[in-house]
């Protein structure tokens, strides 16, 4: 029987892994930028997520 040599289709992978960005400690003092694709009642999910994150982090700030 003969044996073929066999090569994956992909490309070695270029990149290597990088450590992922420090989470932060509080939204207090942040801003948080929305983006909405029409999709599914995005302005009225974001009025309940501002209201929600405004709760529970009063120094936040949105932009729309």
Known sequence: MPQYAA???RS???TQ?????RRLD???GKTVAQL????????DM???LE???KKRY???RFVH
């Open 26 to 28: 509080t939204l207090n």
């Open 17 to 21: 892994l990088r450590p992922l960005a």
């Open 58 to 60: 009063p120094d936040i």
């Open 7 to 9: 090569y994956w289709p």
């Open 36 to 43: 909405w694709d029409y999709m599914f009642r995005g302005d």
């Open 12 to 14: 070695p992978r270029q």
């Open 51 to 53: 209201e929600m994150l």
């Open 46 to 48: 974001f009025l309940i």
